[in-house]
């Protein structure tokens, strides 16, 4: 098929973490001829890498098939070798923006080029929250020693034998924080509040190593320091007293905010949270012939095993929606 020239996928997928790729597998043993738009890394100021999140985990030790577990670089290189087993083309090039209000439809690529799409399956997942602290941010790049990424920084030597500290309450702060104990000196959890969020297994995984500790109803309000962080300020969240703590390193790991810049123009209704909306028991958009699935549109479960099961069922979407369109 094709218009004024370029040929028209049927199926464009955008995002190559677990969604991604098993939207691909699917799509493509459909025979939809899937194109995979996988992104480029690029540092914002942590890491942002084609594969996503688990990019940037150690052991994925919840996902069904894997007894040992496997560590998410792994897992990711296998789900795209197997999308592209049956035929998954891939892109290495980000999507910049979308237009949905004609089709087919037309998406812009980094490099300058469109590409035409009868249907899109966004699946861009999430990125790293910061606190959005002016020293936060500007220590974050150059090895100042703040970073939203443990498990890709946390093993660098100005971090060995130092005392460190993770922001944040939730499984990834205790993944990112029990990681840090193999290196550290001392491990300080600060967290905003006087319970955890995290599931009990890793919260226990944590506070069973020896330099864990958790400082709690407490919020980071200011990092210390020229080159390389020294201290942070702290504000407790109920008398409201100020105190520092000196840390030779500083882990965020406060959520994830969805990736959906490249589409704030093209009218895809968003939940108040900024997830994508879908419709009902779907991975349909409010825009007839584009689907969503994943951490992008899932601010609820968030998991490798749901985005991939997400990813799934766009693919089937997107093949029923392309059949009953005679495409
Ligand atoms: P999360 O569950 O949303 O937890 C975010 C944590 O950061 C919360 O404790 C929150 O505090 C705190 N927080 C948020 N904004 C803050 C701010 N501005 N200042 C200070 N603290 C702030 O996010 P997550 O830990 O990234 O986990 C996301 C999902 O991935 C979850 O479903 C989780 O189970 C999953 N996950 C699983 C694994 C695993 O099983 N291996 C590993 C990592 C993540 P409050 O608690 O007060 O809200």
Redesign the pocket.
Known sequence: MSENGSSVHRVVIIGSGPAGWTAAIYASRAELDPVCVIGVPRQDPSPVLPGGQLML?TD???YPGFPEGVSGPEMMDMFQKQAERFGTKVVNEDVQSCDFSSRPFKLKLGSGEEMLAHSVIIATGATA?W??LENELRLATGGGGVSACAVCDGALPIFRDQHLAV?????????EATFLTKFASRVSV????DS????KI?QERYLSQPNAEVVWNK??VDVLGDERITGVVLEDTVTGERSEMEVAGLFI????TPATKFIEDAGIELEDTGYIKLGGHSSATNIDGVFAAGDVADSE???AITAAGMGCMAALDAERWLGAKGL
Do not use: C, F, K, P
């Open positions: 985990t994925v030790e919840n929250n606190l959005g922001v944040g309450g939730g499984d990834s702060a205790m993944e600060i967290h905003r509040r955890l969020r995290a599931s890793m919020t980071v790991a406060i959520g994830h479960y968030r998991q």
